[in-house]
Every structure is written in C-alpha cells, then in structure tokens.
C-alpha cells in the first residue's frame, strides 16, 4: 500500500532530509514513524500525497509510482488520503461544519451528501453537538479533533497524522490515539509520526524509526 524504495531528499541547501529510506506497509495496517527532531519524519510525510518529491528513490501508494504519475492526477491520489498536519490550519472564523465540509464541496458532493458524512465524521470524533461552533471557540484539543475529522470526511483509505497531539494533555492524547486505532480496526491504513514515547509504547504497534534522516529500524510490535 505504501511502499519507498531507496528514497532520499536533498534539500537545494544541500542537506538531506531523507537517505535512502526503504520499507513497506501494506494495506490496513497502523504503523507509529518516530524519531528525535530534524530526523525526517514531516519530510517522509509530505511525500504520501505528494506534497513533496524524492531526488532519488520511488514512493508507491498502492501500486500507483508517484514518479510517473503527472500533476493533474494528484488530486484524485489525495481524496484517497486524509492528512492531519501542523501546517493543515482550520477557518478560525467559521463554523465546524463548514470546516469539515470543505474537502467534500471541493470534490464535488452534493448538499444531502455533505451532511451525512460531515455529521458522521464529526460524531466519530464526538463533536456532533458542537458542529455550530466556530472554530476560535474551541479549546486547542478540540480544534485537533475538527482536523481529524476534516481529514476522515471523505473516507479516505489512508489517513497520515504528523505529531497529532502536539502539547494536549496525556488524556487527549490519548483520547485521539484511541480514534486513529477505531478507524485502522475498520481498513483504514494508518501511519502516525510522534515522538511521545510515552503513549506510543502502550500501542500494540508496529514502529519506522528515523536517525538523522537514515532508516534507524523497524521495530515490530509487541
Ligand atoms: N525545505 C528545507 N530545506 C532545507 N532543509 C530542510 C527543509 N525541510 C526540512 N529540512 C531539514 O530536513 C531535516 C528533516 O526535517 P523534518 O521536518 O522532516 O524532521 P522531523 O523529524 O519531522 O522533525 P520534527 O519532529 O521536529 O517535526 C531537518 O534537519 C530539517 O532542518
């Protein structure tokens, strides 16, 4: 499902972000990426749906070789993938509902349609009873579950998650986890960078770890 073969990215500064980084998940598995900061993980992510390119290597999602694949078809691999990243900000000044309806009125989705997925993605996260709220009136853990939400609205097969809870507390964070593990038990396939060791070892989950933007290991779970 998700594949990179001897991938590495340099940066035009020289760095590398990445170095040959080689492995496999397959489908409806749920796999943690972790590793000190500045180790790759955001740079890895990026590279799912396309929002970043190896300079060397090939990334396939399932089976579709992102090399070959021409801009105009990027779209398409991205209603299949819901992101959960730092930089994916919310409207502020609008509703939770119009927030999460966003990915779905772009794809097309008529108005019945929107509703019914936006109001089961936000009952996933328990946010239903709060779907008139703007989002500036919402706590920072709540905020994080009107992402998650806006990243699931479209039933995606993939969902990617960069160091999804951030500075909730361990409640939250928890809380969260919980969700990402609910949505991998009916196929999704999950792939979640953090480096909250802590809460990651209570996950029976298989481990990606990064070193200095070097596959370190894989540690299988427990
Ligand atoms: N556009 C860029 N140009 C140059 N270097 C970059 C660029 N983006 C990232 N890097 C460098 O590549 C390395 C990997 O960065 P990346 O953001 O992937 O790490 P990370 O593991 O996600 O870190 P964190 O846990 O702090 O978010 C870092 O050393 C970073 O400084």
Do not use: C
């Not at 590398?16 to 900061?37: A, Y």
């Not at 779907?131 to 039933?155: F, K, M, P, T, Y």
Request: glycine share 10%.
């Amino acid at each position: 499902m998700i594949e990179f073969d001897g991938v590495s990215r340099r940066f035009s500064n020289g760095h590398f972000g990445l170095q040959d980084v080689s492995f496999h998940i397959p489908e409806g598995r749920m796999v943690f990426l972790t590793g000190h900061s500045g180790s790759g993980k955001s740079t890895l992510l990026r590279m799912i749906p396309a929002l970043d390119h190896p300079t060397s290597g090939q990334v396939r999602i399932g089976g579709h070789d992102l090399q070959k694949m021409r801009h105009h078809q990027y779209p398409k691999l991205r209603r299949q993938i819901g992101v959960v990243f730092q930089d994916h900000h919310l409207l502020p000044d609008r509703r939770v509902y119009d927030n999460v309806a966003l990915p779905l009125q772009v794809s097309g989705y008529g108005g019945k349609d929107i509703r019914r997925r936006v109001e089961a993605a936000l009952d996933k996260v328990g946010l239903l009873m709060r779907q008139r709220a703007l989002i500036e009136e919402l706590s920072g853990g709540e905020q994080q579950r009107v992402n998650i939400a806006r990243a699931l609205v479209n039933r995606p097969k993939i969902l990617l998650a960069d160091e999804p809870t951030g500075n909730l507390d361990p409640e939250l964070s928890r809380d969260i986890f919980n969700q990402f593990s609910d949505f991998h038990a009916v196929g999704v396939t999950v792939l979640i960078a953090s480096h909250d060791l802590h809460l990651l070892k209570t996950y029976a989950v298989p481990r990606i770890v990064l070193n200095q933007g070097r596959l370190s290991h894989i540690e299988e779970a427990f």
